[in-house]
């Protein structure tokens, strides 16, 4: 069952940088009821997702976003966290997107690493990532884990409960008030961290084998209170819930914000509302982030463990092999194509880049070379183009530019200085010049 301690717990990772929106401050009007039926709504199966706000984004290039509504955010990061540790330990070290202590700059820094001890790399993205992801493959894959997940875990508490209370009480007395965890195992069970799931899957979605018995009889023995069967039906109702938001049909209830023929003159391939009922996740969710790694964790195993690759990275749906040979990266192309059509039904694009690592790489808005990195002039350019934007307007309006107007161009410019000091551009900022609120014109900016 979903408690409100849980949801609200979600709610207050939902809210972060987001507490000024209005569908935030909708939601906060009404708090504790809201919450409250949100709970009541998962834990009676009865959850069903709001409508959904449709626009269209320009940069990098034209996409379309589908804006979930804030209630359903709350159930995302209530899910997401329960997911990720169970999927964290099987995750590959250099996945990097929708990873805590990953991201792009991350990701980055081990590419320099890998160019380093390579002469040559494949650089290589899927075609239409979202829109071309098979529900079908998506939920058997969670199904699957969080069924074998729970199957393991009730192996543990099995093989704790064989032991008996007697040879559990002695060492472990502290247990009085303390869920079944990795430190209760680590006396009689050293050798379960590593056979089983691991302590962060059973604080999660294990989290229900919390003994239900009184505090006084520590771990507890009566078998009426056993959790298994609990555990049972709680992992029912998350695969429910998964289910709820993968399967959702978003095109039947969703607003359109902005002009609806520019969406309707996307193509086929590029929009959701085109694609069949059973393909393609929305673009902009913490779900469809999250269940892209999970639908591309299997292809991650296989470079490494199959084809051995030793320097592989991805990053969403792009990913770089580097090795010493292009006959090498060239044989791993050929089984890269044939596994992704076959097990994933996904598609790369026609352009694939095979380079020596002298060339540089371009990944994540950088030029990356083995010993130094260099901002995409795209990113250099687009900012200028809205500092000049800004300067216009500005002097236009001959001084009586709005506050807001004047802190949506400084977060723009705060965005890029965090992008460009995570490369080699020390001069890059001076060159381009700076903005504050004391200096608008920047009169002393190099052109």
């Known amino acids: ?113 890998f160019m380093r001890g390579s002469k040559y790399y494949l650089q290589l993205d899927v075609r239409s990532f979202f829109y071309s992801i098979d529900k ?20 543990v508490v099995s093989e704790v409960e064989s032991i008996g209370c007697d040879a559990l009480a002695s060492p472990m007395t502290r247990l009085k008030q303390e869920y079944i965890g990795c430190d209760a195992l680590a006396s009689p069970m050293t050798r379960l961290k590593q056979e089983y799931i691991g302590c962060d899957a059973l604080a999660s979605l294990m989290t229900r084998l919390k003994p239900s018995c009184p505090k006084e009889k520590h771990i507890g023995c009566d078998a009426s209170a056993s959790p298994i069967s609990k555990s049972a039906i709680e992992m029912h109702e998350l695969l429910k819930v998964v289910h ?24 086929s391939h590029k929009s959701l509302l085109k694609a069949p009922r059973n393909i393609g996740l929305p673009i902009g969710n913490l779900t469809s982030q999250f269940f892209a790694n999970v639908y591309m964790n299997d292809f991650d195993n296989f470079v490494k463990r199959t084809l051995k690759v030793k320097r592989y990275l991805r990053y969403v749906d792009d990913f770089v092999l580097f090795a010493n040979s292009k006959e090498e990266l060239m044989q791993h192309y050929t089984e890269i194509v044939a596994y992704l059509d076959k097990s994933l039904k996904l598609k790369l694009r026609e352009k694939s880049i095979l380079k020596a690592n002298s060339e540089g790489l371009d990944f994540l808005g950088y030029i990356i070379r083995p010993y130094y990195t260099l901002s995409r002039k795209r990113v250099v350019n687009n900012y200028k183009q809205k500092k000049a934007k800004y300067l216009d307007a500005y002097e236009s309006q001959k001084g009586k530019m709005s506050l807001e107007e004047i802190k949506a161009f400084l977060s723009v410019q705060a965005s890029f200085e965090g992008h460009i000091k995570h490369c080699n551009s020390f001069n890059l900022l001076n060159k381009v010049g700076k903005i504050n609120d004391t200096n608008p014109f920047d009169t002393d900016r190099t052109e």
């Open 1 to 113: 069952m979903f408690t409100y301690i849980e949801l609200y717990q979600a709610y207050r990772r939902c809210r972060k940088h987001k507490s000024n929106t209005l569908n935030t401050q909708h939601f906060e009007a009404n708090l504790i009821e809201n919450l409250y039926h949100l709970q009541t709504s998962l834990n009676n199966n009865r959850y069903k997702p709001k409508r959904f706000v449709c626009f269209l984004t320009s940069s990098p290039k034209l996409r379309e976003i589908f804006a979930s509504d804030f209630s359903d955010r709350v159930v995302h990061h209530l899910i997401v966290p329960l997911l990720e540790q169970l999927y964290e330990p099987s995750f590959i070290y250099d996945s990097y997107s929708n990873r805590k202590g990953k991201g792009i700059h991350q990701a980055t820094k081990r590419a320099r690493k």
């Open 136 to 155: 079908d493959i998506l939920f058997l894959k969670i199904k699957e884990k969080i069924i074998s997940s729970y199957d393991e875990a009730k192996a």
């Open 244 to 267: 709820t938001i993968i399967w959702h049909d978003i095109t039947q209830d969703v607003i359109f914000k902005g002009d609806k023929r520019a969406i309707d003159a996307l193509p």
